[in-house]
Nanobody
């Protein structure tokens, strides 16, 4: 059974940093796009960042570009999201997700393209 477990969320002041981790068990993640989504209260879940299976391509939402960095440690079966210069508008529950298809060369932005999700980790940025 494939499981994704996020960790690393918390409360931080504006301008601070956090690193989220997503540990995958049940199979190796090295042939799948892995992405981070977030969902704020009353809003739809949105794609924040994604990385292709080879690590050769990444995607970032405009709102986080140049502040967030996604990376993958295939040997550790873990995906990371480094978040710098955090803003109050980054406050949300952050979810990692695994693509439903293997070897995709682009990062899909539709939630329906992902079939495994973590339980989420809360990130709260105070002003």
């Amino acid at each position: 059974q494939v499981q994704l477990v996020e960790s690393g969320g918390g409360l931080v002041q504006a301008g601070g940093s956090l690193r989220l981790s997503c540990a995958v068990s049940g199979r190796t993640l090295d042939t799948y796009v892995m992405s981070w989504f977030r969902q704020a209260p009353g809003k739809e879940r949105e794609l924040v960042a994604g990385i292709t299976w080879s690590g050769g391509k990444t995607y970032y939402a405009d709102s986080v570009k140049d502040r967030f960095t996604i990376s993958r440690g295939n040997a550790e079966n873990t995906v990371y999201l480094r978040m710098n210069s955090l803003k109050p508008e980054d406050t949300a529950v952050y979810f990692c997700a695994e693509d439903r298809s293997q070897f995709r060369s682009v990062v899909p932005d539709d939630v329906s393209e992902y079939n495994y999700w973590g339980q989420g980790t809360q990130v709260t940025v105070s002003s």
